[in-house]
């Protein structure tokens, strides 16, 4: 039997926290097979809980979820073999060194010895000698615990927000190391944030989550086709009714947002010409901008 596309996959997943607060509603996750799948939202939208329900550590109350093909429901303990997951703070004792602290998951795991050392040279700790982990950076702590993620060598690996609270340094040290496990071993990567310019630089496949409902879901090539659809021009005017006028009298589609209109005008002849036709109609204008059509941009769209 052929491994299945998609790799998770969630159908109305709902969870509530006590009887009304609604924290996931019909989340419709699909995270393909041997992608990096960034699940952006901003703190409180309900990645945590979503990624607590996919793993089994919270008891789904309504919905489905299917890890490669396969029930959760059914077969968790089967599936949690092929799963590495570092969810909020690593697990780590500060007295001990990074290898004591691989050492005792190993053997919980049962996997080879050997595969101690590789770990470690996997996340760049080889070197860190008999140094107490609790003496080590944030950063350094952070890959210590995807290091234990790792032992049984997974399959896929959940993060949650393995970024937060680390300097540039170490953020970039830890988008490397994920992009290295997605190139050299084929590796399924879900990975939450709430740092759009870090999704962006690292996912294959992104899913928008805010208030627990999914507002986008796609390849970041279809992203990037939103964004592309949504240039324009920026024009902000002191006659909010007869810039509309003017606007249905040229044919030009806009939406407004703050008193500002977004204009489906791009090419600058016409936006030259827009303005003239706005000041020889007396309308004053005080603003005109290329519209930003970066990630953050459709992030905040998609979340009004």
Do not use: W
């Not at 990624?51 to 089994?56: A, Q, S």
């Not at 070197?127 to 060598?153: D, E, N, V």
């Amino acid at each position: 039997m052929s491994a299945p596309e998609n790799c998770i996959v969630t159908e109305n997943l709902t969870h509530r926290f006590g009887s009304n607060e609604l924290v996931v509603q019909d989340v419709n996750l699909v995270i393909p097979r041997a992608s990096i799948y960034g699940f952006l939202g901003p703190n409180g939208a309900g990645k945590t809980t979503t990624l607590r329900l996919i793993l089994g550590l919270l008891q789904k109350q309504q919905g489905k979820i299917y890890i490669k093909g396969m029930p959760l429901h059914k077969h968790r303990t089967l599936l949690m073999r092929s799963i590495g997951n570092l969810i909020e703070s690593p697990s780590i004792y500060a007295h001990l060194s990074a290898t004591e602290n691989v050492r005792i998951q190993q053997i919980l795991f049962g996997t080879n010895r050997k595969r101690i050392q590789q770990v470690l040279q996997l996340v760049g700790l080889e070197k860190t000698g008999s140094k107490p982990a609790g003496k080590f950076s944030l950063g350094m702590k952070q890959r210590l615990g995807i290091a234990i993620a790792l032992l049984h060598s997974p399959e896929i690996l959940i993060l949650d927000e393995p970024t937060n609270g680390l300097d540039p340094n170490g953020m970039i040290e830890i988008r490397e190391l994920l992009l290295r496990l997605h190139k050299e071993n084929g590796m399924t990567i879900l990975v939450s944030s709430h740092l759009l310019a870090e999704i962006e630089k690292l996912a294959t496949h992104v899913g928008v989550i805010h208030n627990g409902i999914l507002r986008f879901q796609g390849s970041t090539t279809e992203l990037a086709d939103l964004q592309r659809h949504q240039k324009g021009t920026l024009i902000a005017t002191d006659n909010i009714t007869l810039s509309k006028q003017i606007f249905d009298e040229q044919g030009i589609s806009y939406h407004i947002a703050e008193n500002v209109f977004h204009v489906s005008v791009e090419n600058i002849q016409r936006v030259v010409e827009l303005n003239r036709t706005l000041n020889e109609r007396g309308v004053g204008v005080f603003k005109i901008e290329a519209q930003k059509h970066d990630i953050e941009t459709i992030f905040m769209e998609l979340i009004k």
